[in-house]
Each structure stands twice: as C-alpha cells, then as structure tokens.
C-alpha cells in the first residue's frame, strides 16, 4: 500500500514538474511572436514582423497612450494592434480582450525591455 502511494505521489511531482517547464517555456511573449511572424495571423495575407522586422518601429508603443498610424488615430496599443491587423495584414480585427490580443501585447511591451538600458539608440523611422 505504502508503495503505492509514494508511486503515484512521485508520479504527481513529475507531472506537475513537467507542466511548469511546459508554461515556461509558453510566456505570453513567445506565443505573442508566433504570432508576429506568421503570415496567416488573424486570417491576413502579411505577417506583423514584415514591416516590423524584429520589432521595428514598436520599441516605444508599450508606453504610448495614442497612435497614428497611416493618419488614422488609435487610442490604445489593442487599437493599433487591430489597425494594422485590417489595414496592413488585411486580415479581421480580434478581440481586444482575446489571449491572441494580450500576448501579441505582451511580445510588442517585451520589445520595449529588450531596447531599455541603451541610451541615445533612438528607434529609426520616428
Ligand atoms: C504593411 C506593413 C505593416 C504591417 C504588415 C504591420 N504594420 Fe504595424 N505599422 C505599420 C506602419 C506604416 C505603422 C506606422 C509607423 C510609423 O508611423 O512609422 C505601424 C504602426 C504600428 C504600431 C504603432 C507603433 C507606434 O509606436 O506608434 C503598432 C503597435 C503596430 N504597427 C503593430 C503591428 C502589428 C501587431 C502587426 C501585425 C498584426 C503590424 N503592425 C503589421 C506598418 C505595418
């Protein structure tokens, strides 16, 4: 009986083990740049990292509160995200509160920190 139990609580350990590793290794960020880089996200034709190779032109959109892209207004990082979706991918804007939305959000503030700790780099294009 004994052995039984230390069996199954062993093999509850490895599980839970192996699903902390498989969480690491799934950060919203790495989903969110899965997402960048394919072609077909939110059923359009581009993907986001075709004009924004590597982040390009996104290292300060984590802590702006308006946009404007293409002479359009866009009041929030969701917003900006969704224009570029319809107008630049052409594909369907999501839902802003969707887990698609909050980890291509959290790939785009991840480029922020990646390019913090450098001053006088200034992002080209701006
Ligand atoms: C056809 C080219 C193109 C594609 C594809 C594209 N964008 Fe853009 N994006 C732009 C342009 C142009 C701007 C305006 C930048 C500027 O003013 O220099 C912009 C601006 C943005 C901004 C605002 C940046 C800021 O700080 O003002 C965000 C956020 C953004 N894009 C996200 C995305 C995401 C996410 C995708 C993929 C769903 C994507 N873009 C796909 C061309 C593109």
Do not use: W
Not at 14 to 37: C, Q, Y
Not at 80 to 99: L, R, T, Y
Request: net charge positive; hydrophobic share 40%; glycine share 8%.
């Amino acid at each position: 009986m004994k052995m039984i139990r230390i069996a199954v609580m062993s093999m509850v350990a490895v599980g839970l083990l192996f699903s902390f590793a498989a969480a690491k290794k799934h950060l919203p960020e790495e989903r969110g740049k899965t997402l960048f880089n394919d072609t077909k996200f939110a059923g359009g034709s581009k993907a986001c990292n075709d004009c924004h190779q590597n982040g390009k032109g996104l290292e300060k959109a984590a802590d702006k509160k308006e946009f404007n892209i293409m002479g359009k207004a866009q009041k929030s990082l969701e917003e900006a995200v969704n224009f570029c979706i319809v107008n630049a991918n052409k594909g369907k804007a999501i839902d802003v509160k969707s887990d698609q939305m909050k980890d291509m959000v959290a790939y785009i503030k991840s480029m922020k920190a990646a390019t913090t700790g450098k001053p006088g780099k200034k992002a080209p294009g701006y």
